[in-house]
């Protein structure tokens, strides 16, 4: 061989042994892909251009005590088109008439859409988007658009349908019934948010999700493979909550227009309904730069701050019920300055009170008679009044089924860092403790309750269609915080403080009252500021007979205008005490709360914008909450006008009537 083929075939082994490997590579590969690990491969490439989705499940109903639908899920659609579906006979057949459908419901021309959907045909576009966030009534208006009616394969029609929450009710008592959802944090990642009874009772609300397949086309969109669901979604429970929406209407009204008043920082309002604990109302409204006020934060259950003298009655009762003193126990309080060390306590009556029984310290309020007694009796071992208080349950949080219970805090006798010489009187008036407006409220309540602490309840039951699934009953805390004697004694002091005492301003010789007033100040006037306080009341109502007891803690109003507890907080319980006396008389009421879930199998009548159920005529609204009717009438196209309140008892346009939309209806309300 001679030495030139020798170096050509020297020159043809490393190719050689390349092609070799290159070969062997593509067996391997083939095998690999064929038998080994065909099928992660095959699913791999299929998940890219086919995937499974959510169809989020509606989320159950919230109602109020009284029927009416506080959050409830409604269905809105996104409408698409597969232009290639579509044959050209159909496409030119109806493409005029469609167009002009859609220039009649939306905003352009018909012309615009003619031209855009025989574009969208030339490009063959699958997915064109013909219009978003569609109610009900406009999506069935749409589907029966020329083409479109023909259906997903022959008319190139797509729906996607997905759920937003509303309120009927608007932004009253939002922070208490809350959300539950998913938000985006300022790093991108998403966070779960879980607020008020949304987010709390998420278990019975959330359902469960359905499944579609979807294909990936052209643009990174998505379209769905079959126009039917392979999974249908199953709808969440309905939560039936203890609000009662007239008592609610009337407790918000009248915070807002006093913080409005007095150019309040924020406020809270609750109102619960003595025997069982169940909260009817509860309204937080803070104020905006612009002076507007709005649900901003729940202070009535999260915010823990000094309640001033309404922590005077549970101090009185710690008395009592130790026998320390008795009510018509004589108290000097001087000329209304007392000294304790270095420090002041003051009486806000200049002048002082003089010599004064037990009961009118309560009654007047009195810093030094709170201060003497308590100081007096307890300076040795303070430590038993703080057990004292311990025993009435004060100092320990309620552990409500809501998120965000702010801590209350006593001062520990123990810890020598932060209990002073004056630690012991001041808090005796509500300073240097902490505790919420609900927690307050607790224990006033139990005061009306001939003593019997019931924990404040949010939700009466849950239901599914027409069936109670789970109803909710009182708990109670402690069957008798005191004893009766104390309990009679106090409540006495309770009703003198409106006929006699801090708050006659509110003192109405028609119904009984019974509370206490409270102004603590905050931030002390620090740096040369002027001094901020915050305004409060706590109390019962009928004073002999109590079926509800109510607070208001009203935060920084204007000192020019007003910043004690009678002046601020107390018109607030009047007002509420007042309507409810007169609108809503108090013993129907009381027993009306008593009744049963039936209501809830009659109102599958209402708020029909969360079922497909087309209306063509008009529905018998008979019986159906006047709320619920007014929103499905409007849904519907109706222009709705309505006489009185409650429920539907007649309609100016009969039952069967062919429907129009922008027709008239009036509805008369009972």
């Known amino acids: ?263 309040a920082d924020h406020g809270a309002v609750i109102v619960m309904e003595t025997r069982t604990g169940e909260i009817k109302a509860i309204s937080n409204l803070g104020r905006t730069k612009s002076g507007k006020y709005y649900e901003r934060l729940n202070y009535a259950i999260g915010e823990s701050h000094e309640p001033g003298s309404t922590f005077k009655l549970m101090s009185m009762v710690v008395a009592l019920e130790d026998k320390v003193i008795d009510s018509s126990s004589v108290i000097d309080t001087g000329d209304g300055k007392w000294k304790v060390g270095k420090r002041i306590v003051r009486d806000s009556h200049h002048g002082g009170y003089g010599k004064i029984t037990a009961a009118q310290v309560i009654e007047k309020s009195s810093n030094v008679g709170i201060a003497k007694i308590i100081y007096n009796h307890y300076n040795n071992n303070p430590q038993k009044f703080i057990d004292g208080l311990h025993k009435l349950e004060v100092g320990f949080k309620l552990n409500i089924p809501i998120k965000g219970e702010g801590k209350p805090y006593l001062p520990d006798p123990k810890n020598k860092n932060r209990w002073y010489g004056t630690t012991l009187p001041w808090m005796s008036f509500g300073y240097g403790v902490s505790i919420t407006p609900l927690q307050t409220l607790t224990f006033y309540n139990a005061i009306a309750n001939n003593g019997k602490m019931v924990k404040p309840m949010f939700v009466k039951a849950v239901k599914q269609q027409d069936e109670v699934l789970k109803v909710f009953k009182t708990e109670v805390i402690n069957e008798q915080i005191c004893s009766q004697s104390t309990i009679h004694k106090v409540n006495k002091m309770l009703q003198n403080v409106v006929k006699r005492g801090t708050a006659t301003n509110i003192y109405n010789k028609n119904y009984f009252l019974a509370g206490k007033t409270g102004t603590c100040l905050v931030d002390y006037g620090k740096n040369g500021d002027k001094p901020q306080y915050i305004a409060s009341f706590a109390g019962f109502f009928p004073a002999d007979n109590p079926q509800y007891s109510c607070i208001v803690v009203i935060h920084k109003p204007d000192t020019e205008l007003g910043y004690y507890g009678a002046t601020v907080a107390a018109p607030v319980f009047a007002k509420i005490a007042q309507k409810l006396y007169t609108d809503t008389p108090i013993v129907d009421e009381f027993n009306q709360l008593k009744s049963d879930y039936g209501f809830l199998n009659r109102s599958e009548r209402r708020y029909n914008i969360n079922s497909e159920l087309q209306f063509k005529t008009m529905p018998n609204l008979t019986g159906m909450v006047g709320m619920d009717a007014i929103s499905l009438l409007e849904n519907l196209g109706l222009k709705v006008s309505f006489k009185g309140s409650g429920k539907v008892i007649n309609q100016s346009i009969k039952t069967g009537e062919k429907l129009k939309k922008g027709n008239k209806i009036t509805l008369e309300l009972s």
Not at 55 to 75: F, K
Not at 176 to 197: M, Q, Y
């Open 1 to 263: 061989m001679s030495v030139q083929k020798k170096n050509i075939l020297n020159k043809l082994y490393p190719v050689a042994i390349l092609l070799l490997l290159f070969a062997v590579t593509i067996v391997y590969k083939l095998v690999d892909i064929q038998l080994i690990n065909g099928d992660l491969y095959k699913n791999e490439a299929q998940d890219r251009v086919i995937k499974k989705f959510d169809i989020p499940a509606n989320r159950g109903n919230v109602y109020s005590a009284d029927g009416n639908l506080l959050a409830t899920s409604v269905s809105r659609f996104d409408i698409h088109m597969d232009l290639v579906t579509v044959s050209n006979k159909n496409f030119e057949k109806y493409v005029k008439e469609l167009a002009l459908s859609m220039s009649k419901m939306f905003t352009k021309s018909a012309s615009y859409y003619e031209n855009r959907l025989r574009k969208a045909k030339k490009n063959k576009s699958r997915y064109l988007l013909i219009a978003r966030d569609l109610s009900y009534t406009e999506y069935l208006k749409v589907k029966n658009f020329p083409l479109f009616k023909l259906g997903a394969f022959k008319g190139g029609f797509i729906k996607e349908q997905k759920t937003v929450r509303e309120r009927p009710i608007g932004k009253i008592a939002e922070r208490t019934i809350g959300w539950d959802e998913i938000r985006e944090g300022a790093d991108g990642k998403p966070f779960p948010v879980h607020v008020g009874l949304e987010g709390n009772y998420r278990e019975y609300l959330r359902g469960k999700n359905g499944k579609r397949l979807k294909q990936k086309i052209a643009k990174g969109q998505w379209k769905p493979i079959f126009d039917a669901q392979e999974q249908d979604p199953v709808d969440g429970k309905d939560i039936i909550t203890t609000i009662n929406v007239n008592i609610q209407d009337i407790a918000h009204h009248a915070l807002l227009a006093q913080l409005e008043k007095f150019k």
